[in-house]
């Protein structure tokens, strides 16, 4: 309660500041008279009782600063006043204000875009209930592929016998085909257990969740529409509930509308969802293997990952291992991991990317002050002659500076907000969840944070060194406080040496991921991707359910599109076949001749159907023998084309050619390999590729998922729609999900490092020109200061390119430092990036040796620059102006 | 130099309050001066140190509510300063004086203590 009237009291003293002095004086002056005339009462003379007066009330001064203190917050008074006389000499030095403020700014706001995003993935709670025990898990079920997926009798039996999760759910992913309304639609649509909303925590706005007894299969023609779905398609209706849809032929009805704020736990942006239906009791026999490609649980409180590892393994091997699947292990990780593992670290790399162009930033600054203050030292020795303290002169120069921190981190924080529409558009940012970014109280105190750490760092190194003055030196008349100037260089070029050290290890870094991002991209497809244009369309409709049918619409469809103007060739596959292509894809297959062991692994491939001109429309080379033809239908003899990857694994010492191998269940027939063609990139552009069995369409049985691939140097637009039509004529309910030219449909597929390395590159530029910038400024101080001596040196025969010769010998003096510290930091730290590169090492020698040359001839010419400058000036009158 | 006085008044400072709100509860308002010499003449010489670290902490105390102060006229007609005590000053006063107490009952305890043990130590 005392200090609340002090508080008051102080507060009041601020306003009253001219009376109180005076009121002071009156009363000390007040006590001196009456102390002097009680000690001439005593028997001193006048001047005797005035001076022992003063002695025994002691220094007046002091007294007065120790009440003016008191009487109000000093502390704060006297940081405002700092901070004042720091506005007014930003505004006296405009060019510094901006060029400072600018690049400062930049920094933090770009640092702090970045960390909203990851802040919306490693920090923000996922919004489903209690999200941290959440947990997505698969079994990986063959050796030396990705397979992921988990066996649903598995699955059913993990939810029957475990005593760690609560519940578990799963789902699959699927598109159909809405008919009945306006024109069809692809949807993208998913299978989940009854299980998963009440996991997940979330109630159904409208109508209920899916009931047990429909999560079988039979019972599963219902559907829960997604919120966005609702309103866009079905209008908004509020009696929704009980009404009929179509999907893929076959009617659903419909038992509830889900809540607005929903997202589906994974990638796809799911808009309606149906039972997973799972035949239970076959699936339980074994009679029928279908699989689940995503399961999730909540673990029960208390229970730990490692007790729920242990307890699934467990009920694992009580089951009965289907023939030909020995290997199966399990893969459990965290929900939010799942979702968002490749975001956080991408957004770790960027956010210590743009950390470091604001260091680089603040460093220019701190010259900037540097040189300015260098100026400013006998003002300094001065102050602390008249009583200020080191610490305090160093607090009053950071206090000056505040201002432009503060103004930095606001502009900062500016930008930053204004960034994040963009940033979610132009990223790949942009799964499930992530469609905003949310600027909440961890951002703002981390741009704070930024804006309170730049400014230490860039005011703290001027402050110190400019205290240092030394006193007697400082305040001589005449003389520029060369002392204190030549150590303050000193600061200068150690700084410039550790910006030329940021900037390679930056540029090394993006060199690493621009190398791997184009090995991935670009490099060993297998394929050539100019002028092809990718079709892809489900052809789940009800009219398709038969094979015949299906046959039928895709060899017109070939046909048709061959013939289109501007069209060279075209070719049918699977869709899941087309580069980048689909890595669940693959399967068992048995070689004849070759008895399999019980238990031991059997062989696996993918095999996609093809058409005969399929191969050429790739270019993918041959091998060995033939390709397939068209002559190949229903009425040869069955044959198939293998790649080398199968080949090679398969086949070691032997050709492959005329063995015969049969795909599917043993009432498929044995074909013969007549081919082998080279390796194609399908299982993603970052992995190997896998062995393949090219089967003839028309032996194969037709695709549900067509895939149609052109070669056309028509423009991609023009194309698609000639194709939409020919397809519309054709069928005109028939929806195509897509239609893309084969190098976007690449580029897509690894849009994560494509956007993660273009930000790295941009990062490294900006930190090369701010960089450079800081360079070149110190180098015309270090000019500017020697050019006296320079002139001597001139006048005393030195030729132009030893004055030049000069300056860059101290050149490399920063330069070389700064390389050797960056490569060594560089080394270092890439090796935190290894997991992100692919196919190159974290320590690649040339990326390193190409980085740390160009870095040094172009900071070589930043210092040549100010050389010939100084080696031009004319040297007579340099000397005369002493 | 200049530190010096501060701090020799600071570890005077705690009783300083001590003795001002004494001073003026026992004498009622009195000026800065007033209390000077006051304290001066009943504390003999432990007031050699500067009367000026006085006006500081009529400050404080004024800011803490234990004192009030009003301009008024001196015995000369002199314009001055008058501080008194104020009931919150009063209740600080007992408090500051309880303290004391305590503290200089337990070392006297303390040094009385010593030649009990001595004594025990012969028998």
């Known amino acids: 309660m005392s200090w609340s009237s002090v508080f008051t009291a ?3 003293g601020m306003f009253a500041k001219g009376s109180r002095e005076r009121e002071l004086d009156d009363e000390i002056r007040f006590h001196l008279d009456m102390q002097a005339e009680d000690n001439q009462r005593a028997g001193m003379n006048p001047a005797e009782a005035r001076l022992a007066a003063m002695r025994s009330f002691g220094l007046v001064e002091p007294v007065k600063e120790n009440y003016r203190e008191r009487q109000t917050f000093a502390l704060a008074e006297t940081a405002v006043r700092d901070m004042l006389h720091g506005a007014r000499s930003l505004r006296r030095l405009p060019g510094f204000t901006i060029a400072a403020g600018l690049s400062l700014a930049l920094g933090i706001g770009v640092t702090t875009a970045i960390f909203t995003v990851l802040n919306a993935v490693a920090l923000r709670p996922l919004p489903y209930a209690d999200a941290d025990r959440l947990y997505w898990m698969t079994q990986v079920l063959k050796k030396s592929s990705t397979d992921e997926v988990t066996l649903t009798g598995y699955f059913l039996e993990w939810r029957r016998q475990n005593q760690t999760f609560t519940d578990l759910a799963g789902y699959n992913y699927q598109t159909s085909i809405l008919t009945g309304r306006d024109e069809a639609t692809e949807l993208r649509t998913a299978r989940a257990s009854a299980s998963l909303l009440p996991l997940l925590g979330v109630q159904p706005v409208l109508g209920r969740n899916f009931l047990k007894r429909e999560d079988y299969k039979g019972f599963d023609r219902v559907a829960i529409l997604g919120n966005a779905l609702w309103r866009e398609r079905f209008g908004a209706n509020p009696k929704i509930v009980g009404q009929a849809v179509t999907l893929d032929g076959n009617p659903f009805t419909i038992v509830g509308v889900l809540p607005p704020g929903f997202v589906f736990p994974g990638s796809d942006r799911v808009q309606l969802i149906t039972p997973l239906g799972k035949d239970e009791a076959a699936e339980l026999r074994h009679e029928v293997g279908s699989v689940i490609f995503n399961v999730i649980g909540r673990l029960k409180p208390g229970v730990t990952l490692e007790q729920a590892k242990a307890d699934l393994a ?33 957004g770790m790399i960027l956010v210590a990317a743009a950390g470091f162009v604001l260091l680089i930033a603040c460093a220019n600054v701190s010259n900037l002050l540097l040189t300015r203050w260098m100026q400013r030292g006998r003002e300094l020795a001065l102050r602390a002659a008249l009583g200020g303290s080191r610490a305090r002169l160093v607090c009053q120069l950071l206090v000056e500076n505040a201002l432009l921190g503060v103004l930095a981190c606001a502009a900062g924080v500016a930008l930053a907000f204004c960034a994040r529409r963009p940033l979610v558009a132009l990223s790949p940012f942009h799964i499930s969840g992530l469609h905003d970014l949310p600027f909440d109280a961890h951002v703002l105190w981390f741009a704070v944070g930024l804006g309170l750490l730049s400014t230490l760092l860039f005011g703290l190194l001027p402050a110190f060194r400019v205290t240092k003055a030394d006193l007697a030196q400082a305040i001589k008349a005449g003389e520029v406080p060369v002392v204190s100037g030549r150590s303050s260089l000193g600061a200068l070029s150690t700084i410039a040496a550790a910006e030329i050290a940021i900037i390679l290890v930056l540029s090394t870094g993006a060199g690493l991921m621009l190398q791997s991002f184009w090995k991935m991209r670009y490099v060993s497809l297998g394929f050539r991707p100019d002028n092809l244009v990718v079709a892809t369309l489900n052809l789940s409709g009800s009219a398709y359910r038969d094979d015949a049918p299906r046959s039928a619409f895709i060899q017109e469809l070939l046909t048709r599109a061959q013939a289109l103007p501007g069209v060279d060739l075209a070719a049918i596959t699977n869709m ?21 062991p019980l238990g031991g692994v059997r062989p696996i491939a993918r095999y996609p159907s093809v058409s005969a001109s399929y191969f050429s429309i790739l270019g993918i080379p041959l091998l060995q023998g033939r390709l397939l033809q068209d002559a190949d239908d229903a009425k040869s003899a069955p044959v198939v084309v293998v790649n080398r990857a199968l080949a090679r694994r398969y086949f070691d010492r032997e050709t492959p050619i005329g063995k015969r191998v049969r795909t599917g269940g043993e009432d498929q027939p044995w074909r013969t390999i007549t081919g082998v063609v080279d390796d194609v990139k399908t299982s993603g552009l970052t992995s190997a590729p896998e062995p393949t069995i090219y089967l003839p369409y028309r032996q194969a049985g037709a695709v549900r998922e067509v895939g149609l691939v052109m070669r056309s140097s028509l423009e991609t637009g023009i194309l698609a729609a000639e194709i939409r039509k020919s397809i519309a004529s054709l069928d005109a309910t028939q929806p195509v999900s897509s239609i893309q030219a084969m190098g976007e449909r690449l580029s897509e597929s690894v849009s994560g490092p494509r956007f993660t390395t273009a930000l790295l590159i941009i990062f490294a530029g900006l930190a090369i020109i701010l960089g450079l910038i800081g360079v070149y400024g110190v ?32 050149g490399f003096a920063i330069i070389l430092p700064g390389l050797s510290a960056g490569l060594l930091c560089a080394i270092g730290l890439s090796r935190l990036l290894a997991s992100s590169l692919y196919e190159v090492s974290a320590y690649d020698p040339p990326t390193f040796a190409i980085v740390a040359v160009t870095m040094a001839v172009v900071a070589l010419l930043a210092c040549w620059i100010p050389a010939m400058r100084a080696a031009r000036t004319d040297p007579l009158q340099l000397l005369r102006q002493d | 130099m200049k530190n010096e006085p501060a701090e020799r008044a600071d570890v005077l400072q705690g009783t300083l309050v001590l003795l001002v709100l004494r001073t003026l509860d026992a004498l009622g308002p009195l000026h800065g001066y007033g209390i000077a010499r006051r304290i001066e003449q009943i504390s003999g010489d432990l007031l050699q140190l500067n009367q000026g670290t006085l006006y500081p902490c009529l400050l404080r105390m004024e800011q803490e509510e234990w004192v009030a102060s009003k301009w008024g006229a001196s015995e000369k007609n002199r314009k001055a300063k008058f501080y008194s005590i104020t009931p919150l000053g009063r209740k600080q006063l007992a408090k500051e004086t309880q303290e004391w107490q305590r503290m200089s009952s337990t070392i006297d305890r303390f040094l009385g203590a010593i030649p009990d043990l001595s004594a025990e130590d012969v028998s």
């Open chain 1, 10 to 12: 102080r507060f009041r």
């Open chain 1, 314 to 346: 467990m009920i694992q091997s009580r089951l009965p291992v289907p023939a030909f699947r020995p290997t199966i292990t399990l893969k459990i990780q965290p929900l939010r991991e799942h979702l968002f593992g490749d975001v956080k670290a991408a």
């Open chain 1, 576 to 596: 899941a076949e087309i580069p980048p292509g689909d890595f669940h894809a693959t399967n068992t297959f048995a070689i004849e001749g070759r008895n399999q």
């Open chain 1, 779 to 810: 180098m015309g101080c270090r000019v500017r200061w020697q050019l006296r001596e320079l002139a001597v040196r001139q006048a005393l025969g030195a030729q132009q390119h030893d004055v030049v010769w000069h300056v860059l010998r101290q």
